[in-house]
């Protein structure tokens, strides 16, 4: 296991038919490969879990929720196969929280940022502390948020999506993602534990049959999402091997 791994963390705990899952990794609680499938894997299992009803994701720390993708393995991608290999972890996961048979909240006390964003919007109901700014660098390093668009403009629109993508140097405040729909409740960071396992506990109690009739209704029309993120995964793989790619990716990890 290379050094990447083996620092990742992946956490599920329960309470009641609350399950909590912790990821974190010391680069920002950035993703490695291994640990998207991990997480992907995890999010899998509780779907079939009957005795759970409701997901909590969160992660390590008080600074940041997501730095989005591992720029160390980003730079290991040699061909395009490698490419799409990497980026379809991303896919895999959205497509996996999509399907999900249980609702997910997200619980985000800092800064996201490329993927971290996209995780974000795939959550079903998302609390967040005014810490939570958010941005997609991805056009900074020469590629795009083109795997997450589907899940980011299903929440904030297009048009939001689009300010955010063609601004790659500037974060979007905590209170506009709020206002956009990113986020669902805005709160104090003291504050959010609290919140977040009250609204929880509120939703485990009410019919676990409705709240899975709730999760189809909410992800309706997204069925093409399977291939989508995919073919998304297959243009981003091709971009991250180019000149400019290669600059901005060794140029930010300075």
Known sequence: MNLENAN??????????????QFGH??????PRQLLDRLTAEINL????????????????????????????????ENEEQGTEFFSGFAHL????????????GRVQGK??????????ACDYVFATLLSD????ELAIGIGPFVIEPAVSRKIGKTAMAEMTLAPDQWKSAKWAFEK??????????????????????????????????KKIIWEGTEQWESILIERAKITGKLVLSDFARKALIQFKK
Not at 96 to 104: D, E, S, V, Y
Not at 112 to 121: D, P
Not at 191 to 212: G, H, I, R, T
Request: net charge negative; hydrophobic share 45%.
């Open 26 to 31: 010391p680069a920002s609680n950035s993703f």
């Open 8 to 21: 990742a963390s992946l956490e599920t705990s329960f309470q009641n038919t609350i399950a909590t899952v």
């Open 94 to 105: 959205l497509n996996a929280m999509r399907n999900c048979n249980k609702l997910i909240i």
């Open 181 to 214: 729909g990113l986020y669902s409740v805005l709160c104090d960071a003291a504050n959010l534990d609290l919140e977040v396992n009250d609204f929880a506990q509120k939703l485990s109690s009410y019919n676990p049959e409705a709240l899975f009739e709730m």
């Open 112 to 121: 996201a940022v490329g993927g971290g964003v996209g995780i974000i919007s």
């Open 134 to 137: 958010v941005k997609l660098s």
């Open 46 to 77: 509780l779907s079939r879990n009957e005795n759970v009803s409701v997901i909590i994701l969160k992660s390590e720390g008080n600074r940041v929720f997501c730095s989005g993708a591992s720029f160390d393995e980003l730079l290991q991608v």
